[in-house]
């Protein structure tokens, strides 16, 4: 019998690892995925309890209310909104909707791992531009685009290295591409920058027909287990997800807690004053341990652990969680020496500080 083979692609796909591991059931400080310390809003809790009775029917497929909730909070057009179970379906309906095999898509050396995924899952090629010292290089960027380019992905800001660039950046890596590449600027972070050079990217979609943004729920409004993401875009843009999402793709739960959560001004405005406190504390506590810490303007920061023939980053894991602390690994991202570590609470940071400096002292 001939034996049955996936697409071509798939293959080179690496799966997601979670940092706990299997089997070990225990009270982890998980530091590995960048959740809100301070959990969901008590509203959205109150919006997620209060739908649970509703459950029997299937979400509203238009997302109205959802869609008019994010436009109201962020003073868009609704109609120039869609949205999906989560910023990484969203960011694999676009590679649905625009590439496929024969195609390119572009991204960067260290950006987010979710848009390699989408690209080999679509069947197109992906084309990695260089970065410059963590951050994304817009000439490299251009330079590597090409006729078969259909999208070019920029996680601005980017995870693993919680860097960004500029607006004007942005404007100029939107005009030296080819007018026929969509540019889907990935602002999953974007609640938690306020610099005034930068722009997750409403004006560059407003004013162009050919440049869209991703966001989530997940990172500042604390919906991670719930799977929210949206994209604004071009209406022809918009159409095309439209036609490739899945009809009911946002739970009932989901949707009422989001609509919530994006209202709440109150709980994004305390979570923003968490990190704005903890994100340079925790800097300065490791750059005190020696250990080479990236600027970022996220919840989270990327930690190069100093250069020591007997210690490495698995020994420092290995130390970490036997502390029952968790973070995560960085070598699929193109950093073996380094080390993603979000921001927690209180409790958690003091402890991740203590339990580094017992092994790197």
Known sequence: MELLLPRPGLGQIKPYRPAQPLGEERPWIDLSLTVNPLGPSPKALAAYRNAAGQIHRYPDSRQESLRRAIARRYDLDATRIVCADGSDAMIQLFCQAYAGPGDEVLCHEHGYQGFLKAIRVSGATPVVAKERDMVADVDAMI??????????????????????????????????????????????????????????????????????????????????????????????????LNHVRGAFNVSVPAQAAAIAAVTDVGHEEATYAHNSHWLPWLTHELEQLGVRVYPSVCNFILARIPADPSLGVQQVMDHLARCNILVRPTQDYGLPDCLRITVGSEEENRALVRALAEILA
């Not at 380019?149 to 693993?160: D, E, G, R, Y």
Request: net charge neutral; charged share 20%.
């Open 143 to 240: 330079d590597r685009a090409g006729e078969r380019t259909k999208i070019c992905f920029l996680a601005n800001p980017n995870n693993p290295t919680g860097t960004y660039i500029p607006l004007e950046a942005v404007q100029r890596l939107r005009a030296g591409l080819p007018p026929h590449v969509l540019l889907v600027l990935d602002a999953a972070y974007a609640e938690f920058v306020r610099r005034n050079n930068y722009d997750c990217g409403v004006e560059l979609v407003e004013n162009t027909d050919n440049t869209a943004m991703v966001r989530t729920f997940s990172k500042m409004y604390g919906l991670a287990g719930l799977r929210v993401g949206w994209a604004y875009g071009p209406p022809a843009v918009v159409d095309a």
